[in-house]
């Protein structure tokens, strides 16, 4: 199996060169290219079509949110996880809206970086449940305003994803859901990846879906 190619975008040479360093430890893990800035970043993930791209916000010429809808036209493929020392929650949200599949704080965690490849790599959401769970609920409030119709979204799932969305709502964990319906823990988060999926960026986070948050082990 061929290891997980990443692309490392960031203006700042000594936290590329940090991350390549890490990285290197991960057998199953391979960095494939560097860039500096937005511009690079969306040259290199067409030419490289990487699985990941490690993006951060702040770089010089374009920044990762700029950039980042042109990624996804020139690098469908790619799975983005945004990197920032600004856990806001209009910032994560815009991520999100954007096509992004996670997102990380700066300064990074050795063990959660690793996880947060791994995770988005296989198609689901990362972020940290805090930080997430403040995100969802800040788009909650617009899809609110903006008067949505819930029956749309719940239309796009089946009975087994909306039941572990109401278990979701009520406060459960993955696990605790697992064990309430008899099924695995892993069967639970790749549920909640479908819904994600399933309803797409503008509705996959409205209402019933707010406290979605990604459930570390």
């Known amino acids: 199996m061929s290891p997980i190619s990443v692309l490392i975008a960031d203006d700042n040479t000594l936290f590329r060169e940090g991350l390549r360093t890490l990285l290197a430890q991960e057998p199953d893990i391979s960095v494939v290219g560097e860039a500096a800035d937005g511009l690079q970043a969306i040259r290199l993930a067409e030419v490289l079509q990487p699985d990941i791209l490690l993006l951060d916000v702040s770089m010089p010429e374009m920044g990762g949110l700029e950039a980042l809808p042109m990624i996804r036209e020139k690098s469908s493929r790619t799975h983005v996880l945004i990197l920032s020392g600004l856990p806001e929650d209009e910032f ?16 990074l965690n050795h063990k959660d970086l690793i996880r947060a490849i791994r995770v988005t790599y296989i198609g ?13 609920e800040s788009l909650r409030q617009k899809t609110q305003e903006m ?17 572990i969305v109401r ?4 406060g459960m964990t993955n696990k605790e859901i697992a064990a309430r319906l008899g099924i695995s823990y892993k069967t639970v988060k790749t549920h909640v990846s479908n819904v994600f999926n399933k309803l797409k960026i503008s509705r996959r986070l409205q209402l019933t879906l707010y406290r979605i948050v990604e459930q570390p082990d």
């Open 92 to 107: 994560v949200s815009q991520a999100l809206q954007l096509g992004a599949k996670g997102y990380l704080s700066k300064p």
């Open 124 to 136: 689901e959401i990362w972020a940290g449940r805090k930080v997430l769970a403040e995100a969802l």
């Open 147 to 163: 008067n949505l119709p819930l029956s749309e979204m719940q239309e796009a799932l089946t009975d087994r994803e909306q039941e």
């Open 167 to 170: 278990w979701v709502i009520q």
